[in-house]
Nanobody
Framework: VQLVESGGGLVQPGGSLRLSCAAS????????IGWFRQAPGKEREGVSAIIISSVGSNTYYADSVKGRFTISRDAAKNTTYLQMDSLKPEDTGVYYC???????????????????WGQGTQVTVSS
């Protein structure tokens, strides 16, 4: 599995960014794509995830981003997006996407649930 993130950058507080995660090398009936972030000196934390199964998809969000971030997926492009609106300085960090073919929805925002990771993209929210 290969994951490539893009879309990071510098944005002012209140602004928006859309991150993309292009995946290749995987084809399963069940898998999840998660977005994580890591600020300097802090642990990596789960931001959002989408679980794809044969019956549809479900999305999950950390409390800190609910109502501001939206995860979505374009199956034809095998790409997952993270639309980030109303950005705050505390959203600053390196954002990673990750892939897993296991795990339950109860642990879907835990980094330990994921097997493959992208290289990360920097998001900086500052005036």
């Amino acid at each position: 599995v290969q994951l490539v993130e893009s879309g990071g950058g510098l944005v002012q507080p209140g602004g928006s960014l859309r991150l993309s995660c292009a995946a290749s090398g995987v084809s399963l009936d069940y898998f999840a794509i998660g977005w994580f972030r890591q600020a300097p000196g802090k642990e990596r934390e789960g931001v959002s995830a989408i679980i794809i199964s044969s019956v549809g998809s479900n999305t999950y969000y950390a409390d800190s981003v609910k109502g501001r971030f939206t995860i979505s997926r374009d199956a034809a492009k095998n790409t997952t997006y993270l639309q980030m609106d109303s950005l705050k300085p505390e959203d600053t960090g390196v954002y990673y996407c990750a892939w897993t073919g296991r795990g339950s929805r109860h642990e879907i925002l835990r980094p330990s649930s994921y097997d493959y990771w992208g290289q990360g993209t920097q998001v900086t929210v500052s005036s």
